[in-house]
């Protein structure tokens, strides 16, 4: 080994040991961002922050909640919002975030879209960001069954049950996936494994490969430029921090980061302590009766979108069942923006407000999202079922168009 | 030298093989653990006795199977007389799963046929879709028949006809 | 500037998103119903008669204490819960307090027709009857009467629990109310709620937050309007007593609200200094490199 002479317990000892001021630097003082941000590029701070109120609200639930359907909805309903103390906050607190985690996710997915930070040696910062967005997503699925009310019941019944439709019903895979015929005890405890452990090592192993793939081709910026990091970080450690386009990390990037927070927390905390019936649906309150079909069901909001798709199709199509062809688009949803750094044709990076085209796609796709989120609520019956049809149609045509809209820009510019 | 060569190959790629070998046995033991338990399984047989259930004709009966409801209607005498019913003596019955064909919501009855409040779908008293979203008629149970003793669980040759019948 | 109309942009299409699952979704689900009425203006009541409390005690010690207690006057139940469950097919309620917690116009019209009043006529066609007889063959006054004596016996203060145990928990368990010491279960047993009503009646540990505060008073005030063809009867509790029930359901089910409300305001004006000062040291890193 490479002897050091210095003692351990001095300060030049540990440095020597473990580089602690090299570290420091390379992660935090000498990481290079743009200057040219705006807010939204604090989003993933937020994230991370959002993730950790998840992580450490969750353990205090979890000292309490009994992962067991005769003893789940008393544990939370009783011992942890009535008994523990600040139990009813850190119950709130968790499920507040988890549906305030995707309005933040959304956000960042959205201005990644708009500024083409996927493009161009971002993709894998995409993809492992699209990636923790399915992870999310099952981590929030599998969190909602806990508490074992109507709605944990009857979204796990109905979701799972997608697993039987066809020719997968043969394969036996919905009573595999439950532990048994109908959603059961053996399907609580091991979504409570998946819940508490499985996924949340993904997720932090997800966030470690999402951070590591931003480094090498560095952060956007608003105007999508193409900085001279090496140059510009040498102005900057030259003391000409105003005239350079980065800023580091720490302090500069961080304290941006902070004040957003700040604001963040005061909304986040507004809904804990004021509306947070939006993220703790009242169904929810009446404890799961397998013999008892509310008369309303629908997931969390952040879903309805997708569980739109899945009703949109209501009639057979090109011979295929109307329930075939809405699972199909269904599970293209979930990973239909996965396939978007590869369907852009335009071969530069720019923000949507220099791609007239793709700025129009990029509104219609917002719109589109939220008409299929609202409907997604809505009994599809009557003009609600031609609604939901037609936003998912246009759902299907953004994705198809997206080459030839971008292409159409990048020629109009003279870049193709 | 060439020689040296395969055979550190042939050991490495043997070597691999072995450990895939392993890891796929692993992995078919741990599918294995998510399987439905042996009592989960063995409990998948109920039995209704129809004579002493005090059905009333037109107001079915709800009884569970395998964590789903099964519908055991009666039919009164204006009820049409259907292929697909299951005849015992002078009385006739619809047996069905309670479940809501569409996507799965449990019907409730009302008068004289099965309501889903889920998306309005609608089945008669034989069990077929009437209106709405269902694609199929309300699935039936495998069971056999002894006197008036239901077995649910075990298909027999009743259960299998019914079925066709409704389709 | 620039930063302000992406901020607007973003709080609009999140308000718009929130507006659309929420309000808008919500007055779709949950049609508008008419309001309570605490009147019971469609009741053949007391139709303005004044009664005698005198008069009244000699009609209900003839007439009602063969089935209902009075313990308040020295009429204890002759059986137990479970027998009178298994005889009457409800536990019957002792009146003590009923000329307290329940509207006089309501008395007069379900002493006259229970079924009627409670709005349960519909439970009972083919045959069936309501345990209580209808006492339509008595005279007004003597009506009036009873619900005059049944007001002077009444106590004047009762706890939000008293009036929930009287008006309520006959069919409807509360197992929050009291966890571990299990007392606070229907008094009717299972096997006898659910022949006399055709389920067991859910127990009401969480319906403070499973169902809004205004939904709670249309329900009881008139289960038929938001459950069609419901079971449940109409019990004709006046606005106060009802506001007392509604009391014990967050007592049971949402016992922290005191605690969530004088939490609330402290901890945003803390946040709101954490965020000043965030973006004070903000500003004071970016004008460095501004």
Known sequence: MAEIKESFFSAEGLEKRLAGKKFWKTMMTEYWIPKDINFLWAMGVVLATTFAILIISGIFLLMYYKPDTALAFDSVNYTIMQDVAYGWLFRHMHGVAASVVFLIIYIHMFTGIYYGSYKKGREMIWLSGMLLFVTFSAEGFSGYMLPWGQMSYWAAAVITNLFAGGSLEAWGLVEWIRGGFAVNDATLTRFFMLHVFLLPLVIIKLIVVHFYTLRIPHVNNQSSEDIDYDAEAEKYLAGNKKESKVIPFWPVFLSKDFAVLGIFLIFYFYLVFFNYNFAMDPVNFDPANPMKTPAHIYPEWYFLWSYETLRGPFFDMFGLKAGDIGLMIFGFAQAAFLIVPFIDRDPDILPAHKRPRFFIWFWIMIIDLLVLTVYGKLPPTGANAWVGFYATAVFLLLFASMPFVTKADAKARGAL | MSDKTNRRDFLGMSFAAVAAVGGAASLVGMKQAWDPLPSVLAAGFTTIDLAKIDLVPGKPQTFTWRGKPIFVLEKTADMEKFDGDLVIGDKRYTVSIGLCTHLGCIPAWKKDKWKCACHGGEFNSNGQQVFGPPPKPLNIPPFSVKGTVLTLGEEGEQSKAMMTARA | ?290
């Not at chain 3, 003597?142 to 008006?167: G, H």
């Not at chain 3, 319906?207 to 063809?229: C, T, Y």
Request: proline share 7%.
């Open chain 3, 1 to 290: 500037m620039r930063e302000i109309k992406i901020l607007a942009i973003v709080v609009f299409f999140t308000g718009l998103l929130y507006w659309g699952v929420e309000p808008f979704a919500h007055s779709k689900l949950h049609p508008h119903v008419p309001a309570p009425d605490y009147t019971f203006s469609d009741v053949d009541g007391l139709n303005g008669l004044t009664g005698d409390a005198t008069k009244g005690a000699e009609a209900v010690a003839s007439n009602c204490t063969a089935c209902h207690s009075i313990t308040a006057v020295g009429f204890p139940p002759v059986m137990d819960d479970a027998t009178s469950a298994a005889s009457y097919g409800v536990v019957p309620p002792d009146l003590s307090s009923a000329g307290k917690i329940y509207n006089a116009d309501y008395l007069a019209a379900f002493i006259k027709d229970p079924a009627k009043a409670a709005k349960t006529a519909h439970k009972f066609e083919d045959g069936a009857s309501h345990p209580m007889p209808a006492y339509n063959w008595m005279q007004p006054q003597e009506i009036a009467d009873i619900v005059a004596y049944l007001q002077s016996i009444a106590p004047k203060e009762m706890t939000n629990k008293e009036v929930f145990a009287d008006a309520c928990q006959r069919c409807h368990s509360i197992k929050y109310g009291d966890f571990y010491g299990g007392s606070m279960a229907a008094k009717t047993p299972d096997a006898n709620i659910k022949s006399y009503m055709g389920v067991i009646p859910p127990d009401l540990s969480q319906m403070i937050r499973s169902r809004s505060e205004g939904f709670l008073h249309e329900f009881i005030n008139d289960p038929q309007k938001h459950l069609h063809g419901t079971a449940m009867p109409r019990v004709g509790l006046t606005q106060d007593a009802e506001d007392q029930v509604v009391g014990y359901l967050t007592e049971a089910g949402d016992s922290k609200k005191a605690e969530r409300e004088a939490l609330r305001g402290p901890f945003l004006a803390y946040l709101v200094i954490f965020a000043i000062f965030a973006w004070l040291w903000k500003t004071k890193i970016w004008r460095q490199v501004h």
